[in-house]
């Protein structure tokens, strides 16, 4: 069974950090790329960043960029998001994703396997 399951969601305040993690089992996770999306309710889902586990090479949504972090444990089949900073405007339901090809996770925002979803809210 492909389970992708996201934890590290909480509550913090503003210009606080929680770390996201994804860990992956039931399929070749070295086959695949991972990403972070967000989303709030009644808004279309954002994609966060992105990790080519293949050669490293990552995306990060220019709202993000310089506070978020990815990285991917390979021994553990787990990806982290290192969420820095955090404002406000962070607040969402925070998804992993899983694709083959890492191009298209980024011009689609589309993957072949999703988690349930971990949620994380910034009071100001």
């Known amino acids: 069974e492909v389970q992708l399951v996201e934890s590290g969601g909480g509550l913090v305040q503003a210009g606080g950090s929680l770390r996201l993690s994804c860990a992956a089992s039931?399929?070749?996770?070295?086959?695949?790329?991972i990403g972070w999306f967000r989303q709030v309710p009644g808004k279309e889902r954002e994609g966060v960043s992105c990790?080519?586990?293949?050669?490293?090479?990552?995306y990060y949504a220019d709202s993000v960029k310089g506070r978020f972090t990815i990285s991917s444990d390979n021994a553990k089949n787990t990806v982290y998001l290192q969420m820095n900073s955090l404002k406000p405007e962070d607040t969402a339901v925070y998804y992993c994703a899983a694709e083959p090809d890492y191009r298209y996770l980024i011009a689609s925002m589309s993957a072949r396997f999703w988690g349930q979803g971990t949620q994380v809210t910034v009071s100001a």
């Open positions: 039931g399929f070749n996770f070295d086959d695949y790329a």
């Open positions: 990790i080519n586990r293949s050669d490293g090479e990552t």
